[in-house]
């Protein structure tokens, strides 16, 4: 079993990457087969499948085989690991930008 740390990493990793939001954007409207997902971009069916397995690994996608071809399907729930992670982060860059907002307000007008 992995630590928590180490599925952050994969999620993270696996985000890090534009051509794989891309791939989790395309997967967010409906499941598709390996060679679809491959068509829009300027690369093999094995480049994608390189991005599709770091995906997976992540827990990102999940992958069908249908006779010789896969379906990949969103796995959104991991996602939401790395939101709470996130969160901890967002109420401390609110806090702070409250806290200037006060500041400045208590300054008045300075000119």
């Known amino acids: 079993m992995i630590s928590e740390d180490e599925r952050l990493d994969a999620i993270f990793h696996a985000l890090s990457n534009r051509t794989r939001r891309q791939l989790l954007a395309d997967l967010s409207d409906r499941p598709a087969r390996v060679n ?8 093999s069916v094995n480049a994608i499948s390189k991005h599709l397995f770091v995906l997976e690994k992540a827990g990102l996608i999940e992958r069908k085989s249908e006779g010789n071809s896969q379906t990949c399907v969103l ?10 992670w996130l969160a ?10 409250q806290g200037l907002a006060q500041f400045v307000e208590s300054r008045g007008d300075l000119g």
């Open 36 to 43: 679809e997902l491959a068509r829009p971009y300027d690369m």
């Open 88 to 97: 901890h982060y967002r109420q401390y860059w609110t806090g702070q930008l």
């Open 75 to 84: 796995a959104a729930a991991p996602l939401a690991d790395a939101e709470a």
